[in-house]
């Protein structure tokens, strides 16, 4: 069973620019979070998704987006990058919405310059 | 505000040197407490959900506790392999479905 997908892997941006980062999860697995990953504030909760509707938001700037797709998979996107926005950004899947097991990708490394 | 906090930061084990990892949380109505083990460069894999005060779960070497404030990673005669960052992560008061991650313990286990 393959797992949660993460595309791309790694990028690199430029201060205002913006990114789309692309997560699949897991067949069958219709709820997918996003959190973001940094050195010093560890995982922050940025929204989760579930049949194509956002239930929960973390405290970040409207600057960070989401949406879902009806086949589950899930964009986010960030725009007029920061300097403090350079992080690694995880998208977890599970079988249902509500706290239960997550299962992360491997994450997209996001610099900006 | 709900915090979960993770002690020690990092440590560092012999093989076969039996420790502790400690993470306290200040949330009551404790819906769950959940541990994941991340290694670098890669997403947190889940371990265990504990959700009531005397609960322990194992898995091989590992084994988690809770009490009313705080849970323990146990890890009895650790391997190399067993080396990377420990998470543990809360649901916050308030019904919201998100979790709050604690910083982590980073484990390293020389041969």
């Known amino acids: 069973k393959a797992g949660v997908t993460q595309t791309p892997r790694y990028l690199i941006k430029t201060r205002g620019q913006q990114v789309t980062l692309s997560c699949s999860p897991i067949?069958?697995?219709?709820?997918v979070s996003w959190y973001q990953q940094t050195p010093g504030q560890g995982l922050q909760f940025l929204f989760e998704y579930f049949s194509e509707t956002q239930r929960n938001k973390g405290n970040f700037p409207g600057r960070f987006s989401g949406r879902q797709f009806s086949n589950s998979r899930s964009e986010m996107n960030v725009s007029t990058l920061e300097l403090g926005d350079s992080a690694l950004y995880l998208c977890?899947?599970?079988?249902?919405?509500?706290?239960?097991?997550?299962?992360f990708g491997e994450g997209s490394r996001l610099t900006v310059l | 505000e709900d915090q979960v906090t993770q002690s020690p930061e990092a440590l560092r084990l012999q093989e076969g040197e039996s420790s502790s990892l400690n993470c306290s949380y200040t949330?009551?109505?404790?819906?769950?407490l959940f541990w994941y083990r991340q290694d670098p460069g890669k997403g947190p894999e889940f371990l265990f959900t504990l959700y009531s005060a005397g609960e322990e779960k194992e898995k091989e070497r590992l084994k988690a506790t809770l009490t009313k404030k705080e849970s323990f990673l146990h890890i009895t005669a650790p391997k190399p392999e067993d080396s990377a960052t420990y998470l543990c992560a809360i649901p916050p008061q308030g019904g919201s479905e998100k979790l709050v991650f604690g910083k982590g313990t980073k484990l390293t286990v020389n041969p």
């Open positions: 949330v009551s109505g404790l819906r769950g």
């Open positions: 067949s069958g697995h219709r709820s």
């Open positions: 977890a899947s599970s079988l249902v919405t509500g706290l239960g097991e997550l299962f």
